[in-house]
C-alpha cells in the first residue's frame, strides 16, 4: 500500500481519551507533523511515542508542504496533530490535506475528541443540524456584524472564544439575538474545572461576570438557532401547499412546492400528506 497522511485527533484534556489507535499510527509513522511541537512532546512522552516530530502551522505551511509531500510520495506515512482535538477544525492543516489530495495521496483520518461536538453533545440544545463557526472576530463592530448576519438562523450555532474576550462576546451576541436567547457554555471540557451550563444569554453573561473562574481556559458557546424564525418559514411553507392542494394532487403540490422554494420534495411531500388529511 502506498503512503499515507494519518490525520490524527488528540485528547483535548484527559489523556485517557487518547485512542489505541492515535497511539499505534503516531508510533508506526516515519514524522509527526505537529501544529506546536512543545505542546505536543509531553502528550508524545506520556504515551511512549519516539517519532521525530517537525513543525507545521500557520505561519510555515506553505513553506512545509512540499518537503513533506515529497516525504509522503518517496513512500513515508506521516501523521498530522494540532495541539489538542482534531486538526483542522480551527487548527492548522488544511493546506497539508489538499496538497496531499492533490497529489494523490491517499488521507486518512483517525477519529477522536472535537471540542465543539463534545460541547454540542451535552449542553442541551438541538443536535440535529448545527453550524459551526468558530472564533469570532475580535473587535466589537466585526463581532457584531457577524452576528448580524447570524441571527436568523434556525440551525444551532457553535462559536469558540477565548477567555480574555468571552464577556465582551456574549454581551455582543445578548445585543444581537436578544436577551433570551439560549446559550450553552462550556469550559475546560474533559479536564479539572469542566464547566457546562445552559441559560439564557441575559443571565449567563451575569453568571460569567460574576464570577471570574468562568472566564479562564477553552471555552465553547453554543447558541440556540432562531426558532421563530423557523416557525415563520414553516407557515409560509404551509399556506404555500394548502393552496397548491386546492388544485393540485399531493405528489404535484410538493413537486410544484419543491421547484419554487427549493425545499427538498420529500420533505415537502410529507408535510403535503398531513395538511391534505387535515386540511383545517
Request: aromatic share 4%; hydrophobic share 40%.
Amino acid at each position: 500500500m502506498s503512503a499515507q497522511l494519518f490525520v490524527v485527533a488528540t485528547p483535548i484534556g484527559h489523556l485517557d481519551d487518547m485512542s489505541y489507535r492515535a497511539i499505534e499510527i503516531l508510533r508506526s509513522v516515519a514524522l509527526i507533523a505537529a501544529e506546536d511541537t512543545r505542546q505536543s512532546a509531553p502528550l508524545l512522552k506520556h504515551f511512549n511515542i519516539t517519532t521525530p516530530l517537525t513543525a507545521c502551522h500557520d505561519h510555515n505551511e506553505e513553506h512545509k508542504i512540499k518537503s513533506i509531500i515529497e516525504r509522503l510520495q518517496s513512500g513515508e506515512d506521516i501523521a498530522l496533530i494540532s495541539d489538542a482535538g482534531t486538526p483542522l477544525i480551527s487548527d492548522p492543516g488544511f493546506r497539508l490535506v489538499r496538497a496531499a489530495q492533490q497529489a494523490g495521496i491517499r488521507v486518512t483520518p483517525i477519529p477522536g475528541a472535537c471540542a465543539a461536538i463534545a460541547a454540542l453533545s451535552a449542553v442541551g440544545l438541538p443536535s440535529d443540524r448545527f453550524l459551526f463557526v468558530g472564533f469570532l472576530a475580535a473587535k466589537t463592530t466585526q463581532r457584531q456584524n457577524q452576528l448580524e448576519q447570524l441571527k436568523n438562523h434556525s440551525e444551532t450555532l457553535i462559536f469558540y472564544e477565548a477567555p480574555h474576550r468571552i464577556v465582551d462576546c456574549l454581551q455582543d451576541i445578548q445585543h444581537v439575538f436578544g436577551t433570551q436567547r439560549a446559550v450553552g457554555f462550556a469550559r475546560e471540557i474533559t479536564k479539572t474545572f469542566e464547566t457546562i451550563v445552559q441559560k439564557p444569554v441575559g443571565e449567563l453573561l451575569q453568571w460569567v461576570k460574576n464570577d471570574h473562574h468562568q472566564q479562564k481556559g477553552e471555552i465553547v458557546l453554543v447558541v440556540a438557532g432562531n426558532t421563530v424564525q423557523q416557525d415563520n418559514e414553516q407557515e409560509k411553507t404551509d399556506e404555500l401547499l394548502k393552496r397548491l392542494l386546492q388544485d393540485l394532487s399531493v405528489k404535484s403540490a410538493a413537486q410544484l412546492a419543491a421547484d419554487l422554494t427549493g425545499l427538498k420534495k420529500n420533505m415537502l411531500y410529507q408535510r403535503a400528506l398531513i395538511l391534505a388529511e387535515n386540511p383545517s
